[in-house]
């Protein structure tokens, strides 16, 4: 009983916290651009993109919860039993995008919201600033990547 309880915990953990992050940057960004629309409503999309990219980071937590709970039948049927060692792989399984998710959603946000500045001032250089924030996205790719591969390695 244990061991479903830390699973549980592992999904929240990677979805509440990707999720968090991800909420915080495009919070960042939407605020930023909703200052350069209230000047020029006809920037829209490029504010869009630079706005839209911190959300990745609740998808990727999405994805790693999703694995999880599917890992173990919680979805459906019987869940799996499981030890408490077992449920604690999952936990160590669910850091690394929980970490990068919260971390990144932040700072890509943070990216993008400067990034509007550029895209304000230099309409041209919009897609410079998008390859800025999408840098950031790359340290959330690999958690999710180390993830996956981290919960492939659990035996249930």
């Not at 699973?7 to 909703?34: C, T």
């Not at 709970?69 to 049927?77: A, F, M, N, P, R």
């Amino acid at each position: 009983m244990t061991g479903i309880i830390y699973v549980i915990f592992a999904a929240a953990l990677a979805m509440g916290l990707a999720g968090g992050g991800s909420a915080i940057g495009i919070g960042y960004a939407g605020r930023a651009a909703n200052g350069v629309l209230s000047e020029d409503p006809d920037r829209f999309g490029i504010m869009l993109i630079l706005v839209a990219l911190p959300g990745t980071q609740g998808i990727y937590g999405f994805i790693s919860a999703f694995l999880i709970i599917l890992q173990v039948d919680l979805l459906g049927g019987t869940p799996v039993e499981l030890t408490a060692v077992q449920g604690l792989q999952f936990v160590g399984a669910a850091l690394p995008i929980a970490l990068t998710g919260l971390i990144s959603g932040i700072h890509q946000g943070k990216v993008c919201a400067a990034g509007i500045g550029v895209a304000e001032k230099k309409p041209g250089d919009a897609m410079k600033a998008v390859i800025y924030g999408a840098l950031v996205e790359t340290y959330a790719v690999l958690g999710l990547v180390i993830t996956i591969f981290l919960l492939n390695g659990i035996q249930v």
